[in-house]
């Protein structure tokens, strides 16, 4: 499962502590429909050993989420190095795990 970043001081360790490995942050919301039907496929994604995959909830750490720029649910957002390389909005499963191996 993939852990939840409670705040911006556990986002930023977290992107740091990735240093060059993908980071895969998952914006979600506990009421968001289409942010619960894609979760099993963030979950899944996360037990790749090569990728770092977190949730953020856009409630409980609005912070973050305004610091990144979120409007939507879910929106996922990928990072290498500390840099965000790539950004899109949707529960499309096929398209992240295809980000994912583009990407890693």
């Avoid at 993939?2 to 556990?10: E, F, G």
């Avoid at 990735?18 to 619960?36: E, H, K, M, N, R």
């Avoid at 965000?84 to 994912?100: H, M, T």
């Amino acid at each position: 499962m993939a852990p939840m970043l409670a705040d911006k001081a556990s986002f930023d360790k977290a992107l740091v502590d990735a240093g060059s490995q993908l980071v895969v942050i998952d914006f979600t919301a506990t009421w968001c429909g289409p942010c619960q039907h894609i979760a099993p496929t963030v979950d899944e994604l996360a037990k790749l050993p090569d990728v770092k995959v977190y949730k953020v909830d856009v409630d409980d750490n609005s912070e973050t989420a305004e610091a990144c720029g979120i409007r939507a649910m879910p929106t996922f957002q990928f990072y290498k190095d500390g840099k965000k390389i790539f950004e899109f909005a949707g529960a499309d499963g096929n398209k992240l795990k295809a980000k994912v191996q583009e990407l890693k």
